[in-house]
């Protein structure tokens, strides 16, 4: 795992294409190793499968439709690159972190199981704040 996070903190971002299935279908598929380049606090331009109604794009996010989108999106980061590599990680912590729902979902568990509250700051094997660990952001800088 140190070694792929090693590989994004040394790339400048991510340029992607997304399956036709996903594209067409409009399904909002959002790959995994593109919310890890965010978490990184590198920008991504990727394809457009219906994401973008859910997590905003902006300077780090850059959906595209059309190779001239995607020129255009690269083009944009290359011009604020600092600015792009921020608003990526900012992103990914507003739009993957699931501490705000966690307090929730685990105040609801620990009723039905009978925890106390100490419980509830006990680490979750979420998907989300593995993410987010994935790179501290002094790494991503």
């Not at 980061?77 to 990680?89: E, G, K, L, Q, W």
Request: with cysteine.
């Amino acid at each position: 795992m140190a070694d792929y996070r090693d590989y994004i903190l040394g790339s400048r971002g991510e340029l992607s294409i997304a399956k036709n299935a996903y594209v067409g279908l409009r399904s909002g598929w959002f790959s995994t190793r593109s919310a890890a380049y965010l978490a990184c606090g590198k920008p991504i331009v990727v394809q457009e499968t219906g994401f973008s109604a859910h997590v905003p794009p902006g300077p780090g996010l850059h959906p595209f439709s059309t190779a001239e989108e995607a020129v255009a999106g690269l083009a944009a980061i290359r011009a604020d690159y600092a600015r792009a590599c921020a608003h990526a990680r900012a992103l990914a912590e507003s739009a993957f972190d699931a501490r705000p729902h966690d307090a929730g979902i685990a105040e609801g568990a620990a009723l039905r199981s009978g925890l106390d509250d100490s419980d509830l700051d006990r680490p979750h094997h979420v998907f989300a704040r593995r993410l987010l660990a994935f790179a501290t952001p002094e790494q991503s800088r």
